[in-house]
């Protein structure tokens, strides 16, 4: 049988009408003992020209009735006119006179000239072009990794075997998004992208951030840090994102006082480490307030504590000291005389910071801010120890993956871990020399979780740092893999600066039309194959990909590399008795509830060896 399958009937830009020859009515071509279906969306087209053969994505396949001699009005109005009422339909032509053709509706995606595919086409076909089916030799042509460019492969292309290969380059360095509902598989295509990483780029670095702990024991080349035990020290964190922290937003009229002395507090403390510790009292006097200078905050909750009792004596205008001496306002709890008529008042701020320093006791105190306001003393070198670890450029053995296990945090912190961390690297790669240092990916699990469009206070906070690296981090070596089952509800500006999309099985209209908005026009019938996807599945679209493929993400073979994150079985599950079913063991549960405790980690055993990565 010919390979051939119909021809073209319109063109118009990109698009392409195929008429399928009436001969091939079940749509089945058989050619070189092998059987092609034709017309299913997502498959290839040849438009075959001889040396130069255009590639036609299929996007829709339907079927009309046509009269090959007459057009309908000509046969209704015969019909009408010899009188022969047929049925309920007296207008519509005689069924012995129509036929049935199939029409196929593409796009066209690139040339195949020779050897070589290019993305894009010169020369547009014309009507009456033969189309022919795309053979294996065709799409490997198109489907080859470039020469000479760094490429990545998460799986096959559907109908074949052939490797799809992503360009790395385009793929992290101008972000990527992964969506996909519950269970569809997109922690799963991360966890296989990071393998490959793993075992191909030994020198990469990327960044995890993992909220529910599910690469736990994923990956054997990882530092896996638990957020709630790494140190992010308050004086890190921007002012701003400090102050709304600590301070009492609802009193508008007493803002303007709590910011002055918050400010006060820390920017005199941070000139202090500059002058004591670092011994540059030239750095002291041109600090900015959001520079990363340690300071004590105990020592800062003591200032707010002192101002707020302070007494002036009248008849020196200085403060009015209970016991005389010399006092620090920082390191101390300064007790101040009673207030006196005519003689002894309040100072400045006195009894105006009732609200702060309770605020700032209260989260000082707090055990789920310990990781932000409890720390040693600060010290010489603090910084840089912090920003390796953090980066995960130590110097002795780093390993290529960091991941931040987000599960063991109480949730209204995990918004300022997110900002903080993600302010770290970008501002680490920002001072850096550009293009000669190790760029970063960072993993955005869960996204819209911490990086929502209506993110407020600490998570507005994760919005604004990772929008500020979507906007600007290409240029200085940041790439975004941005996982999340809501498009619709993640910042517009993340998702909007992603250039690849790997679209997974999506069900939900909103946010398939959202995905669908930020995709070209031509894609937008493609889009409609997302809620019939199979688990596994993805529709690769953007920049990293030549052309719109859709891909079956490859097997992870060792049950220790694939995240903990399995469907439960409650088919299994509810068949066991009663008797011998597991059942949460409650007493344990509410104990650990009322101490704050999170899950124990589930370790799968044998989680050190080298990862197996299968091709399918
Ligand atoms: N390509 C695949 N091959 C085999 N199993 C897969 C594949 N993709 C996903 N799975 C399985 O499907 C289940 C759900 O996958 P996964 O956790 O990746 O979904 P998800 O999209 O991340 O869901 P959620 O949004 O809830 O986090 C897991 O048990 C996983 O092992
Ligand atoms: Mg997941």
């Known amino acids: 049988m010919s390979k051939r399958i119909g021809e073209i009937l319109a ?6 009408t195929i008429e399928v020859d009436p001969s091939i009515s079940d749509l089945h071509v058989r050619y070189s003992g092998k059987t092609y279906t034709i017309g299913q969306p997502g498959s290839y087209l040849i438009v075959d020209r001889g040396h130069d053969k255009h590639l036609i994505l299929v996007t829709t396949i339907r079927k009309s009735r046509w009269s090959p001699s007459q057009n309908i009005e000509e046969i209704s109005s015969q019909s009408v006119k010899e009188g022969l009422p047929k049925g309920n339909f007296p207008y519509l032509p005689k069924q012995p006179d129509l036929i049935d053709r199939t029409l196929i509706d593409g796009i066209l995606v ?12 010169t020369h547009l076909p014309v009507v009456g072009d033969n189309v022919s089916i795309a053979l294996r030799s065709h799409l490997s042509i198109a489907l080859a990794p470039e020469k000479e460019r760094s490429t990545i492969s998460i799986g096959t292309f559907v109908d074949s075997t052939i490797p799809v290969h992503l360009d790395m380059d385009d793929l992290l360095g101008k972000h990527v998004a992964i969506v996909g509902t519950t269970g569809c598989g997109k922690s799963y295509t991360v966890a296989r992208l990071l393998h490959e990483v793993i075992a191909n780029y030994s020198g990469a670095n990327v960044i995890v951030f993992d909220l ?13 840090v638990r957020a709630d035990q790494l140190s992010l020290p308050a004086w890190l964190h921007s002012f701003d994102s400090l102050f709304d922290l600590c301070a009492d937003l609802s009193n508008q009229f007493n803002i303007h006082n709590q910011r002055w002395a918050f400010r006060d507090g820390i920017f005199k403390l941070k000139q202090r480490y500059c002058e004591e510790i670092l011994k540059d ?13 340690p300071f004590n905050f105990q020592h800062l909750l003591n200032y707010l ?14 403060p009015a000291y209970a016991v005389a001496g010399e006092h ?9 005389k009673a207030k006196e008529a005519r003689k002894i008042a309040g100072g400045v701020l006195n009894g105006e910071l009732d609200r702060l320093v309770l605020r700032v006791e209260s989260r000082y105190k707090d055990p789920r801010y310990a990781f932000m306001f409890q720390y040693a003393e600060p010290k010489k070198g603090d910084l840089e120890e912090l920003v390796r670890k953090v980066t995960g450029f130590v110097l002795e053995s780093p390993l290529p993956i960091t991941a931040y296990d987000l599960s063991y945090l109480p949730s209204e912190t995990v918004g300022t871990v997110v900002a903080t961390i993600s302010r770290i690297i970008f501002q680490t790669h920002f001072l850096s020399k550009r293009r000669e240092s190790v760029p970063t990916l960072i993993v955005y699990e869960e996204a819209h979780n911490y990086i929502s469009h209506k993110g407020r206070g600490a998570y507005g906070d994760a919005r604004e740092a990772a929008e500020r690296i979507a ?10 893999f941005i996982v999340s089952q809501r498009p619709s509800e993640l910042s517009e500006t993340l998702i909007s600066q992603c250039n690849t999309f790997l679209c997974m099985r999506l069900a939900n209209s909103v946010d398939k039309n959202h995905v669908s908005s930020l995709l070209p026009d031509s894609m937008s019938n493609m889009i409609d194959i997302l809620p019939i996807l199979p688990r596994g599945h993805v529709l690769a679209v953007g920049q990293a990909t030549k052309m719109p493929i859709r891909i079956a993400v490859t097997k992870i073979d060792n049950e220790n590399h694939k995240p903990d994150s399995d469907d439960p079985p409650f088919g299994e599950k509810w068949k066991e008795e ?6 949460p063991d409650i007493a344990k549960i509410c104990d650990k509830w009322i101490r704050s405790e999170k899950p124990d980690s589930e370790a799968k055993p044998d989680t050190k060896k080298k990862p197996s990565v299968s091709s399918k």
Do not use: M, W
């Open 212 to 224: 529910h702990g599910e690469y736990r024991n994923c990956f054997s080349s990882c530092n896996h």
């Open 110 to 121: 690139g040339t195949i000239i020779g050897q070589k595919f290019e993305v894009g086409v």
């Open 578 to 583: 009663i008797g011998k079913r597991v059942i």
């Open 328 to 336: 620090d306002l920082f390191k101390e709890l300064i007790e101040y």
């Open 471 to 480: 906007k600007e981090g290409r240029k200085f070596g940041i790439g975004l």
């Open 305 to 318: 504590k002192n101002l707020n009792n302070e007494t002036i004596d009248y008849s020196n205008d200085k």
């Open 11 to 16: 063109v118009s830009g990109v698009y392409v």
């Open 281 to 293: 009292s030239k750095l002291a006097n041109n600090i900015d307030l959001d520079s990363p200078i």
